[in-house]
C-alpha cells in the first residue's frame, strides 16, 4: 500500500491490475473492472464498491443499445440528480481469508451516517 498509486492509467490498467493469463471482461460493467489478480497473503488492496449515475454515459449508452433487455433506462433517470457513493475499506489478505485494516470502520448505513454527521 502506498502513495499516489490509486488510478494506474498512466502504467498501463491491463499490465498493473491483470494477471497474463487474465484478459478484462467484455459485458457492460465487468469490463470497467480495474483487477483480474489472485490475491495472495500479504497483498493489501482497497475494496470500493460504488455505484454512480451518469447521465451523459447513461444516455449514449441508452442510444446504442448497450444493454439493451439489461438496464431499466427509464428507471435510471430518476436517480440522475444522485450522482453517486463508494465506500471504501483496505484489506489485508491472510493465509486463510482477509481482515480489514483500520481500528474502526466508517459508518456505511444511512442512519448510521445521518447520526454521524449530526454530531
Sequence with gaps: MGLDVHDM????ENWVGYDPDQTRAKQLGLGSLRMARRLLPGHVITDEP???FIPALIGQ???EGTGKGFVNFEKLESYY???GIRLEDDVLVTEDGARRLGAQR???FPDDVENAMAR
Design 106 to 108: 466508517l459508518p456505511i
Design 81 to 83: 440528480d444522485f450522482g
Design 9 to 12: 492509467e498512466d502504467l498501463n
Design 61 to 63: 449508452w441508452k442510444r
Design 50 to 52: 460504488g455505484i454512480y
